[in-house]
């Protein structure tokens, strides 16, 4: 499978909702005049160099004076393109993706039933005049120029162009009419995955996604025991807490099991989160859960656990992201 970028922004007034209807189109209509040249194109027994060579031909045999450089696009189209390559397709502000199906044919093969469900972007209906492209709903002869089509079926449509990185929006800058594009894999697919979530590329974000490991570090080199607990009691009065408490460590206490080191109330809420706090290394284990579901018990709060290690695998109701570990128990 390769991967193309293929324009069609000649004749975007009917090439547009050609796409729409499955048809990828391009142009050089003049080329239909010789019978012989698409079939050339389709012989399996010429190689691709023997096709090219037909091609470089054709605009002096047609009359045609779009320039031989250009003409290696429709090449592109007929020769290289194959069934189940994937057409990357910009337009203004949106890319969009597409499936090849079948083979290419001449823009006379459209079925006529096809046809008759397109409109152009002014609203003409269109049908076929003497094998061109041609609008259905005026009298005079007024044709398109688009020679031949694709079949496709669409993966992603209208994908805004904020959803691409830099390398794949410097690309389709490109002002030739098609290139082919596999190195941009990826790329293509982060863009797509980023858009069937909604989160485009942004620097804020990548940020926030990378601090998680690098913050947990510098705790782990810069806090001690103390400036943890200090740091997460300032955390909760952050998002909202009314009061928030570091209990005194030799305080009594009747149950010498329970144990908290930040005490955070939410009155809105009617809710209290008793929280340990462990800064250390190696695993979390099953001494500090008990502490907690004790101390917490004892006042019918919530219950809270924040490591800066691993647990142990004894706790199932453990949530687990970046070595950052968090357990929130709502207590019956």
Same mark, same amino acid.
């Given at each position: 499978?390769?991967?193309?970028? $293929?324009?069609?922004? $000649? ?5 547009? #909702? ?14 239909? *005049?010789?019978?012989?040249?698409? +079939?050339?194109?389709?012989? +399996? ?13 054709? @605009? ?30 910009? !337009?203004?502000?949106?890319?969009? &993706?597409?499936?090849? %199906?079948?083979?290419?044919?001449? /823009? !006379?093969? /459209? +079925? ?9 972007? !002014?609203? $003409? ?25 694709? #079949? *496709? ?22 002002? %030739? ?14 863009? *797509?995955?980023?858009? =069937?979530?909604?989160? +485009? ?10 601090? @998680? ?16 607990? =200090? &740091? ?14 570091? @209990?005194?460590?030799?305080? #009594? ?26 800064? $250390? ?37 453990? /949530? ?13």
């Amino acid at each position: 499978m390769s991967i193309w970028l $293929h324009r069609i922004s $000649h004749e975007y007034e009917i090439s547009k #909702p050609l796409l729409e209807s499955g048809y990828l189109s391009i142009g050089f209509r003049d080329f239909l *005049v010789d019978a012989s040249f698409f +079939p050339s194109m389709k012989n +399996p027994a010429l190689d691709s160099e023997a096709k090219f060579e037909i091609l470089k031909g054709m @605009p002096s045999k047609c009359g045609w004076e779009g320039g031989t450089r250009t003409i290696y696009n429709l090449g592109r189209f007929l020769v290289d393109f194959k069934p189940e390559d994937l057409s990357l397709v910009p !337009s203004w502000g949106t890319f969009s &993706l597409y499936k090849l %199906q079948g083979s290419v044919i001449p /823009i !006379s093969d /459209i +079925p006529i039933e096809a046809l008759q469900k397109v409109k152009t972007l !002014s609203g $003409h209906t269109v049908t076929l005049k003497v094998g061109d492209l041609a609008k259905a709903d005026v009298s005079v002869h007024d044709t398109y120029d688009l020679g031949y089509v694709w #079949p *496709v079926i669409a993966v992603e449509s209208d994908i805004p162009r904020s959803y691409a990185d830099a390398a794949l929006t410097a690309r389709m800058k490109i002002r %030739q009419t098609n290139a082919k594009i596999d190195e941009f894999e990826l790329n293509i697919q982060k863009a *797509v995955e980023a858009f =069937k979530n909604n989160r +485009p590329p942004s620097l804020y974000l990548s940020i926030m996604d990378s601090m @998680p490991d690098q913050l947990l570090e510098i705790i782990h080199k810069e806090l001690n025991p103390g400036q943890l607990e =200090k &740091l997460i009691a300032r955390y909760f009065k952050k998002i909202g807490a009314t009061e928030v408490v570091i @209990p005194a460590k030799n305080a #009594p206490k009747d149950n010498q099991e329970a144990d908290a080191y930040v005490v955070a109330a939410f009155d809105q809420i009617k809710a209290r989160i008793n929280v340990q706090v462990k800064h $250390h290394e190696g695993v979390t284990d099953e001494w500090a859960v008990s502490q907690i579901q004790a101390y917490a018990a004892e006042r019918q709060n919530i219950a809270g656990l924040i490591t800066t290690r691993f647990f142990g695998l004894f706790q199932p109701a453990i /949530i687990s992201q970046r070595q950052l570990i968090i357990l929130r128990l709502t207590l019956q």
